[in-house]
């Protein structure tokens, strides 16, 4: 879309569509954020490997450091909530650096 979509146009989206439907504006797609070099590398983890990650710390997922639904990787990606993210930094200073993430 050119311009942000109003608040009705959002609704009926959601009643027509039984399946979540993804809306950006024009200039949110004009770089891929993805491709960017300063962006970490986000990977989702499969429901085993969740399990996993939650068992080995003895946390819940609430407890993890937390990632909106409205982050630009988040929203492009189409997380949902619940979603655990690894984030790999890749830095000179730092080396590789791993943390994960929960989308709420």
């Known amino acids: 879309m050119q311009s942000k979509i109003m608040s009705k146009a959002r609704e009926s989206i ?6 979540k439907v993804y809306t950006f504006q024009i200039a949110e797609l004009l770089v891929n954020i993805t ?10 983890l499969t429901a085993e490997e969740k399990v996993k990650l939650l068992k080995d710390y003895n946390i819940v997922d ?7 639904e ?8 189409g997380f949902g909530k619940g979603t655990v993210v690894k984030v790999t930094y890749d830095s000179e200073l730092t080396g590789n650096h791993v943390t994960y993430r929960c989308t709420f």
């Open 70 to 77: 409205s982050d630009a990787v988040a929203h492009y990606h």
């Open 62 to 68: 609430s407890q993890l450091p937390r990632i909106l």
């Open 14 to 19: 959601k009643e027509i569509f039984p399946f």
């Open 35 to 44: 491709k960017h070099v300063l962006k970490p590398k986000h990977e989702v």
